[in-house]
T-cell receptor, first 115, second 115 residues
């Protein structure tokens, strides 16, 4: 299993541009998450999904959109990039069921700079 | 409000010395508790987790953590630090059920190892 994969690893955007951060997991996990990590601030939840077709906002959803058309994929969309969205973005997943209370598996991250 | 506090932003330890990283949480009930490590430029790797039972849990790379309910703490320890342990460490809590909500992270502690 590749686990959780994210593309691209690095990206530089100009203000106002748009892009999609890709996230794929091959563990058949129902739950998927997008976090952003800013220096000294830990990780903050942007959006999450409990299954295909179901998404919900996290703590910092403004400026982002998500979709979940399949179990495997959970892309994050930035429509009008702003400097405040400069961050490292992590995708994570976990499965449901007993014996696995909330252990999340993380992708390697996407480092985004908006100038 | 639910929160995780890591009081130490940066710690420097000599190689071979012991290490303790502090973590305190505020939660309505006893949550599930995690420690993650992030090496420079990498994603998050799970070090260990506590769900229930024995309050001293063992993890990978020689780390252990002790859950103290009375102090709402989950401190990470290692008896002898190696230079490769230099990284950022995050304490996280999750709800004690199977809900889809995400983990709450502390702001992290950066560990430097001196020779």
């Amino acid at each position: 299993n590749a686990g959780v994969t994210q593309t691209p690893k690095f990206r530089i955007l100009k203000i106002g541009q748009s892009m999609t951060l890709q996230c794929t997991q091959d563990m058949n996990h129902n739950y998927m998450y997008w976090y952003r990590q800013d220096p000294g601030m830990g990780l903050k939840l942007i959006y999450y999904s409990v299954g295909a077709g179901i998404t919900d906002k996290g703590e910092v959803p403004n400026g982002y959109n998500v979709s979940r058309s399949t179990t495997e994929d959970f892309p994050l969309r930035l429509e009008l990039a702003a400097p405040s969205q400069t961050s490292v973005y992590f995708c994570a997943s976990r499965r449901t069921g007993t014996g696995n209370p909330n252990e999340q598996y993380f992708g390697p991250g996407t480092r985004l700079t908006v100038t | 409000a639910q929160s995780v506090t890591q009081p130490d932003i940066h710690i420097t330890v000599s190689e071979g010395a012991s290490l303790e990283l502090r973590c305190n949480y505020s939660y309505g009930a006893t949550p599930y508790l995690f420690w993650y490590v992030q090496s420079p430029g990498q994603g998050l790797q799970l070090l260990l987790k506590y769900f229930s039972g024995d309050t001293l849990v063992q993890g990978i790379k020689g780390f252990e953590a002790e859950f103290k309910r009375s102090q709402s703490s989950f401190n990470l320890r290692k008896p002898s630090v190696h230079w490769s342990d230099a990284a950022e460490y995050f304490c996280a809590v999750g709800p004690p059920n199977q809900a889809g909500t995400a983990l709450i992270f502390g702001k992290g502690t950066t560990l430097s190892v001196s020779s």
